[in-house]
C-alpha cells in the first residue's frame, strides 16, 4: 500500500506544517503573558517538539508492530503509564485547578497524552490474543473494560473529563469491530452517556460549562463566552480569512486560542476555504486509516489501525465540535495542529504505528509460526 502510505505521510506532514505555523501565530499572547517568553523563543519550543515529532514518526513507522505483542513490552508499557497518572496526581504542577502535568524545565510532560497511546496499543494486543472470546462478556469483554476503565479512573482523578471519554470511545469501537456483540455495545455506549451525564452535573465546574452551552443557544447568544467569541472568529473570517496573523480574537478575547480553540482561530484567519481544507485532510486520514485496517496484514494490525484512526478523527470531531458550538467546552487538542508537546509526540508515534501496519500490508501474510510466536 505504498501510495495510501505516501498520502498518509504528506497528510500528517501537512497538518504539523499547518499546527506549527497557527501555534506561534495564535500563541504570541500566551507566550508573553503567561510564560513571560518571547515570540520567537515560544516558536523555537514549538519547533524542538516538531523536530521530536517527526523523528517519532519515522521510528515508529519502520518499528515493527509485531514486537508490541512481546508479554514484557506491554506489560511494561501499560504499568509505565499508570505510574505515571499516579505519580502527576502527587507531584504534577497544577494549573487552572487541575494536576494534569509534569514541569521539566521550559518544557511540560502529560501522562494522559501517553494513556491513549497505551490503551490502544493495549487493546490490539489483547484482542488479537482473544479474538475467538470476544462474543463472551466475563471472558473476553470483561477484562479489557476493567483495563480501560483503570486508565480512564485515573485520567479522570486529574478533572479532565474529555480524554477519558475519549478513551472510552475509542476502546468501545475496538471492541466492537473485534467482536462484541451488539447488546454489549449499546449498553457499554448508553452506559457511558450515563456516566458522563452524571460527571457533567455533579462537578459545579462542569455544570456551568454545560449551563452556560444550553444558554448560548436556548436564549439567542446570552453567556457562552468561548463559544460566543469562537463563533465570531468564524464570522470575521468569512470565505477566505483575514490573512496569516491577522486574528483578533486571539489578542485576549478567546481563552485557550492556542490549543483548545486554535481551529477557531485558523477559521478567522484562513476563512472557511481554510477550515475546510482541514477537515478535508482529516476525512482523507479517515478512508486511508480504515483502508488499511481492512487490508492489512494481520489483526493485530487491523486493530492497532482501528484504534489509531478512531482516535483521531473522535479527537478532531470533538476539537472542531466545540469550537463551532456543537459540544460544549471540552480541553482536547486538534491532533497535530494545537499547542502542546507531548500531543504532539504522541500523535506522531501513533501514527508511525498506522504507517508501519501500511507498510507490513504489502507483505506476504505471516506463517502460522511466526503468527503464532508474535502473539
Avoid at 505519580?87 to 501522562?111: N, T
Avoid at 470483561?142 to 472510552?168: E, M, N, Y
Avoid at 490573512?243 to 472557511?272: R, T, V, W
Avoid at 478512531?310 to 459540544?327: D, K, P, R
Wanted: aromatic share 12%; glycine share 10%.
Amino acid at each position: 500500500m505504498t501510495r495510501e502510505r505516501n498520502i498518509l505521510l504528506l497528510i500528517t506532514l501537512a497538518l504539523i506544517l499547518i499546527g506549527v505555523l497557527m501555534v506561534f501565530s495564535s500563541g504570541f499572547l500566551t507566550a508573553a503573558r503567561d510564560l513571560g517568553i518571547s515570540s520567537t523563543e515560544y516558536l523555537l519550543r514549538q519547533g524542538i517538539y516538531t523536530a521530536l515529532a517527526v523523528t517519532v514518526l519515522f521510528v515508529f513507522a519502520r518499528f515493527d508492530y509485531h514486537k508490541l505483542s512481546n508479554r514484557t513490552i506491554y506489560v511494561s508499557f501499560f504499568w509505565a503509564t499508570l505510574g505515571l497518572l499516579v505519580a502527576v496526581l502527587l507531584f504534577g504542577d497544577e494549573a487552572g485547578g487541575a494536576q494534569r502535568a509534569f514541569r521539566l524545565g521550559p518544557m511540560g510532560f502529560q501522562p494522559s497524552e501517553v494513556a491513549k497511546l497505551s490503551i490502544i496499543v493495549i487493546l490490539a494486543v489483547k484482542l488479537s490474543q482473544n479474538h475467538d472470546k470476544m462474543w463472551k462478556f466475563w471472558q473476553g469483554l470483561a477484562p479489557l473494560i476493567f483495563l480501560t476503565g483503570i486508565l480512564a479512573a485515573f485520567v479522570l482523578a486529574q478533572r479532565d473529563l474529555g480524554t477519558p471519554v475519549l478513551i472510552c470511545g475509542v476502546s468501545g469501537l475496538m471492541l466492537f469491530v473485534a467482536g462484541a456483540r451488539w447488546k454489549y455495545a449499546i449498553a457499554g455506549a448508553a452506559s457511558m452517556a450515563a456516566v458522563t451525564f452524571t460527571l457533567i452535573h455533579i462537578a459545579g465546574y462542569r455544570s456551568e460549562r454545560w449551563d452556560d452551552y444550553v444558554n448560548y443557544w436556548l436564549r439567542g447568544g446570552d453567556g457562552g463566552y468561548q463559544l460566543s467569541h469562537s463563533l465570531n472568529a468564524f464570522a470575521f473570517g468569512s470565505i477566505t480569512g483575514r490573512g496569516p496573523g491577522a486574528s483578533e480574537q486571539k489578542l485576549g478575547y478567546l481563552p485557550a486560542a492556542h490549543n483548545d480553540f486554535i481551529f477557531a482561530i485558523y477559521g478567522e484567519e484562513m476563512g472557511l476555504l481554510g477550515t475546510l481544507f482541514v477537515v478535508a485532510l482529516f476525512m482523507a486520514m479517515l478512508l486511508l486509516g480504515i483502508r488499511i485496517a481492512l487490508n492489512a496484514r494481520d489483526f493485530l494490525g487491523a486493530m492497532l489501525a482501528c484504534g489509531v484512526t478512531s482516535l483521531f478523527t473522535f479527537q478532531a470531531i470533538l476539537n472542531m465540535g466545540v469550537a463551532v458550538g456543537l459540544f460544549p467546552t471540552k480541553g482536547l487538542t486538534l491532533p497535530f495542529i494545537s499547542a502542546g508537546g507531548t500531543s504532539l509526540v504522541a500523535s506522531a508515534a501513533l501514527m508511525g504505528i498506522l504507517l508501519n501496519v501500511a507498510l507490513q500490508a504489502e507483505a506476504p501474510a505471516a506463517a502460522p509460526g511466526h503468527a503464532q510466536k508474535c502473539a
